[in-house]
Structures are given as structure tokens and as C-alpha cells.
């Protein structure tokens, strides 16, 4: 398996000739990053990374579930049976296959009021890290909107400059549904590792304003940068296609 990666002092941009060999690489990093503990601590996103896993999770040798707990890196505000329900696609694509269970997944209450349910969700996920001031996920993978969001933080939005919450709540997403639960800015930029995973030619006119332009005003994928973390990027070719920046080639694997 071969990679174009390039290090900078903040992140690592690994681009993949395909969609197959970045899934592998993830699930890579998945097995590396859970080995040795007895709990590991995630944050997953939804949409594609949903396929993604739970058709290369069940593959990939090494990997030890039992200790993870599941958290998400925003919520819709939906019935889990609605298919915009993050949680929802999870549960009908990779909890059947046996590798994670129901009780792994840390859930939003969706019949709660949206600020009342990031009030819960907050307690929950303060659960999941007994005795620490602050949440320090070991794993968070998120995604990038063409606009430059992620999770459900968007471009202009007031929740950016929130630094007092573990999670959020959205009522007027410009993507439906509206209602959300978000993640904030510094909870993600706590994660020991956060990794973006970004494919398709519809996210390179993004991907170079974020990775190769300095704003004064950040996308909200570009205000992410780990306090103590690493941040990795996980492109394909097309959604590389326009960045300049110089890039060694190197196997990761």
C-alpha cells in the first residue's frame, strides 16, 4: 500500500490513490490506536464513514472492540429510526455484525428538546472520562462539508466561538435537519488524535483553501488543530487533486 503523505509541524496529509487503500489505512490507525488499553474512546461521524466501517471493520485483523466506547461527533436530532439519525445508520449497519454492541454507543435522548439534549448528552459523555476535568478523546473522525464544516459546526455560526461546553446545541443548521447536537471546537481540539477523512473532487476546492491558505476568518475544519494531539488527513486523489503543497511519497502500512 503506498501513500503520498507531507508533515508539517501541526498535521500529516496522506493522499491515497483510492477510496479501498484510505479505508484501510483508517482501520490501520483503528487497530494502532486501541492496542493497549483497556478502554478506547471515540468519536465517529456519519454519512459515508458509516459504509465505510462496517464494511472494513470486520476484515481488519488485530482489532480488539470490546473495551471501545462510541461517542459521536454530532447528532441529528431525529428518531433513531429516521435515516438522518447518525446513531440510527450505526445501528442497522454495524451493530448486526457483531463487533460493537448497542450498549458501546454513548446516544443522544432524541425526545428531549434540542437544548435539553445537549445538556444530557454532555452528562454522558462526561461519563465516559470519570475523573477528568475535561473529555480527551483517544480517536475522533470527521468529516468536511464543501462549505468547510464539520461536525455540525458551520461557517459564520456563533456555536465556533462557544469554549464553555463539552456539547452544544443547534437549532438552525443551514444543512436539515436543523436540530442538532454538536461537539464543540474544544473538545475536538482536546483528542489525542483527530482525523479528517475527505474524498471525492466535490471537497478539493476546500480542502486547498483550508490545507494552503491562511484566513482571517477560518473555516470551521480549519480551526481544528489539537492542543497535544496530531491531526491527520486522509484524502483520496481526486479530493487532493489541488493541493500544491510538496508531498513525499512513503508507505503507511
Given amino acids: 500500500l503506498r501513500a503520498r503523505s507531507v508533515m508539517s509541524s501541526s498535521h500529516q496529509i496522506c493522499v491515497f490513490s483510492s477510496p479501498a487503500e484510505l479505508a484501510l489505512s483508517l482501520t490501520q490507525l483503528l487497530v494502532h490506536e486501541s492496542q493497549g488499553t483497556c478502554s478506547f474512546r471515540l468519536a465517529l461521524s456519519g454519512g459515508s464513514l458509516v459504509q465505510l466501517l462496517s464494511r472494513e471493520?470486520?476484515?481488519?485483523?488485530?482489532?480488539?472492540?470490546?473495551?471501545?466506547?462510541?461517542?459521536?461527533c454530532d447528532e441529528r436530532l431525529v428518531p433513531f429510526s429516521d435515516p438522518e439519525s447518525t446513531y440510527g445508520e450505526y445501528k442497522r449497519q454495524l451493530v448486526p455484525l457483531g463487533l460493537l454492541s448497542e450498549s458501546q454507543f454513548v446516544?443522544?435522548?432524541?425526545?428531549?428538546?434540542?437544548?435539553?439534549?445537549?445538556?444530557?448528552?454532555?452528562?454522558?459523555v462526561r461519563e465516559l472520562f470519570p475523573g477528568d476535568d475535561h473529555p480527551v478523546f483517544d480517536l475522533v473522525i470527521l468529516g468536511i462539508g464543501p462549505d468547510g464544516?464539520?461536525?455540525s459546526l458551520f461557517p459564520g455560526h456563533p456555536l465556533l466561538q462557544v469554549t464553555d461546553k463539552v456539547v452544544a446545541p443547534i437549532s438552525d443548521s443551514p444543512k436539515p435537519p436543523p436540530q442538532r447536537v454538536t461537539l464543540t471546537l474544544p473538545v475536538i481540539n482536546a483528542a489525542k488524535t483527530v482525523v479528517f477523512v475527505a474524498t471525492g473532487e466535490g471537497k478539493a476546492a476546500v480542502?486547498?483553501?483550508?490545507?494552503?491558505?491562511e484566513e482571517s476568518d477560518p473555516l470551521p475544519a480549519a480551526r481544528?488543530?489539537?492542543?497535544?494531539?496530531?491531526?491527520?488527513?486522509?484524502?483520496?486523489?481526486?479530493?487532493?487533486r489541488e493541493l500544491t503543497c510538496p508531498v513525499e511519497k512513503h508507505s503507511v502500512l
Avoid: C
Avoid at 480542502?207 to 491558505?213: A, D, F, G, M, P
Avoid at 481544528?224 to 487532493?240: I, M, Q, R, T, Y
Fill in 57 to 72: 471493520l470486520p476484515k481488519t485483523a488485530g482489532l480488539n472492540t470490546a473495551g471501545w466506547k462510541v461517542a459521536f
Fill in 107 to 124: 446516544t443522544i435522548d432524541p425526545a428531549l428538546p434540542v437544548e435539553e439534549a445537549a445538556v444530557d448528552y454532555t452528562k454522558k
Fill in 149 to 151: 464544516h464539520t461536525a
Fill in 207 to 213: 480542502l486547498k483553501r483550508i490545507l494552503q491558505e
Fill in 224 to 240: 481544528v488543530s489539537p492542543v497535544h494531539g496530531k491531526l491527520l488527513w486522509f484524502l483520496d486523489e481526486p479530493a487532493a
